[in-house]
């Protein structure tokens, strides 16, 4: 397993950087790490724009009185983001489907009125 640590200021220190160390050894990665964090790299901050705002909002709906209460709504939250971006995955499936169709037949409609056309250039 391998842990992400983005080094933002308000997370990066000393003792954070020798903490990972000894409990991840050179399989995190992030400022100060064996492994820099790439600068504004999409596929890593996939959490920071939808991930963990959604799971906080899934988490937080209510006040947290126990610990044990946080780690299952975490885990619940959790379960329920996988659905999710299942969900998401179906749905860009078919988007990529429709766009491809729509390409067809913008292309046909295109070739059919090109062989027409009289336009000074040629189209095709």
Partial sequence: ?????DGASAHFSTD??????????TRWIGRGGHVPWP???PDLYSHDYFLWG???TLVYATPVDLDEDLVARINVAA????K?????KVCANRSID???HVSLLVDAILNSYCKHCTCQRRCQ
């Avoid at 379960?79 to 996988?82: L, M, P």
């Fill in 1 to 5: 397993m391998w842990f992400q640590h």
């Fill in 16 to 25: 954070a950087c020798k903490y990972l160390n000894a409990i991840f050894g």
């Fill in 39 to 41: 600068p504004l790299s």
């Fill in 54 to 56: 959604h799971m906080k």
């Fill in 79 to 82: 379960a329920r983001c996988v």
């Fill in 84 to 88: 999710y971006l299942e969900c998401l």
């Fill in 98 to 100: 429709a766009v491809k």
